[in-house]
């Protein structure tokens, strides 16, 4: 039975039952956008580990298929990657192409010290509905890390072989293939570069254009790092920016500088990007979980626990001279825009007197603010709650303040407030914030800087509200719209 759903986004990807944690295996074939994620089918918490099935087409409405792998003699099916065969490298594909997944077998040691990790292979000839393990399982081994998982792959053209990035201990390693089946390891990457206060884990590789020129490319990698007790983050992701020539990631002299962290909220973990869009789209796509390994397991939700963010568009953009990783809502997502409320230069005070009728739960907020005046913006208002999206121009500075946004009692680090800095470009700062039924996304200077955060507002906690230190100040542009569907 499916108990009470209140917190289930109404425009994010939730199973609608159960357990749920990493995005696995995104892949678009045959016009679906495949969807597949770490699922418990009979659990609330993180168990054995099957790969839940979801597809989509336009990334917003998902459809729940069947589980697609389920645990077996080499172990559970941890996280992975799935790519279309469209030359039958492998030879699984005599008539048409179809899908390949690659991912971990986690055993657990009986006869062993410890737990074992390898990777795997199962594919599939009907666009994902069934799958059949590959009887060569498992493919690739490692002969010392224990930590060993997460395989995600692509075909690098210009070399004409398969790369597999893979978490190793607390680096990633990069092996190069022609089947899937037989893999060379090429290289390693991490050690004394990048965040090393936990394992390494999901990462992925991917090139793009900065500033949307096609002959100026760079390479972006993702590695998300896993909770450790030290940290009151939790688990995050970082990114490095580099070249990679199909056998090894050179980073820019900026990544090895510097932490670089994909979003400044708390709850987006694990994400990876999605395979085969085609080259006439051209995006990459990229979908995290969001949660946190902190408190995942403990969220108030009843009879399923875990979301994913929205679909994000990634990009490479120069801001005040680093090139940096911007994120945009997946632009299908304007489709599902029923218009609320448009304002135009207005004080604070009148605008908050537009918005105090207002009663939404899952909704955009399109706002332009003045980048020398403070403003907050107050979403899931009512019954004492409240989440505050605060810009403070002193410190150029965005946060969500969660500290009374609902439920926050089920774990101790839950509540805060979380900030990430922002150019202050042309004299505005623009935001978008995506409020649903239990998170907040917050999109700045088109996306430049990301903060995503789970909250856990009371039912009628619908409000919505404005204020700036100056109740005069006048706030160039506030647009709302509803977005439940
Ligand atoms: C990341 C992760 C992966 C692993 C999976 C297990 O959240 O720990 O490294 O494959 O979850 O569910």
Not at 176 to 196: A, C, M, P, R, V
Not at 198 to 226: H, N
Not at 262 to 281: I, K, M, Q
Request: charged content about 20%; overall charge negative.
């Amino acid at each position: 039975t499916i108990a009470n759903q209140n917190y289930r986004g109404s425009y994010h990807f939730s199973p609608k039952a159960n357990w749920m944690n990493d995005p696995n295996g995104m892949v678009y074939f045959k016009g679906e956008y495949h969807l597949f994620y770490q699922y418990h089918p009979s659990g609330l918490t993180w168990g054995p580990m099957h790969w839940g099935h979801a597809v989509s087409r336009d990334l917003v409405s998902w459809e729940e298929l069947d589980i697609a792998l389920i645990p077996d003699q080499h172990g559970m099916i941890f996280s992975g990657s799935a790519v279309v065969d469209w030359h039958n490298t492998t030879g699984f594909f005599e008539e048409e192409p179809g899908l390949v997944a690659i991912f971990t077998h986690h055993a657990e040691g009986q006869q062993r010290p410890h737990a074992v990790q390898y990777q795997s292979l199962a594919y599939s000839k009907d666009q994902g509905r069934t799958w059949i393990k590959y009887e060569g399982n498992p493919v690739l081994r490692h002969e010392t890390f224990v930590d060993f998982r997460d395989p995600k792959v692509f075909w690098h053209a210009p070399t004409s072989q398969w790369v597999m990035i893979v978490a190793c201990g607390q680096s990633v390693c990069l092996y190069h293939s022609t089947n899937l089946k037989d893999w060379s390891l090429s290289s390693e990457f991490g050690e004394g570069i990048g965040f090393h206060g936990g394992v390494w884990e999901c990462p992925d590789l991917f090139p793009l254009p900065v500033d949307g020129a096609e002959d100026q490319t760079k390479w972006v990698m993702l590695v998300s790092i896993g909770d450790h007790a030290d940290y009151p983050e939790g688990s995050r992701t970082q990114y490095f920016t580099g070249d990679f020539d199909g056998r090894q990631f050179v980073p820019d002299v900026l990544s090895c500088e510097k932490i670089r962290w994909l979003d400044y909220g708390r709850d987006n973990y694990a994400g990876v990007s999605w395979s085969d869009v085609p080259e006439e789209d051209g995006r990459r796509l990229f979908i995290g979980w969001m949660s946190n390994w902190k408190y995942a397991n403990m969220t108030p939700t009843e009879g399923w626990r875990g979301a994913m963010t929205l679909v994000r568009e990634l990009a490479l953009r120069t801001i005040e001279g680093e090139v940096k990783l911007a994120q945009q809502p997946a632009a299908e997502l304007s489709a599902y825009r029923k218009p609320v409320l448009s304002l135009r230069s207005m004080t604070a005070e009148e605008m908050a007197e537009q918005l105090s009728g207002l009663r939404l739960e899952s909704y955009e907020i399109e706002a332009e603010l003045n980048a020398s005046h403070s403003a907050d913006i107050k979403v899931r208002v009512g019954e004492g709650h409240e989440t505050i999206i605060g810009y403070r121009s002193v410190d150029s500075e965005i946060y969500i303040d969660r500290t009374r946004s609902g439920l926050i009692g089920f774990h101790d680090e839950f509540s805060g407030r979380h900030s990430a800095s922002v150019s202050r470009g042309d004299g505005r700062i623009e935001v978008r914030i995506f409020v649903d039924r239990s998170s907040v996304e917050v999109f700045v200077n088109g996306g430049e800087s990301v903060l995503t955060d789970l909250i856990y507002p009371g039912a009628a906690a619908t409000g919505l509200s404005l204020a700036a230190e100056d109740c005069q100040l006048m706030i160039p542009v506030l647009r709302i719209y509803d977005l439940s569907v």
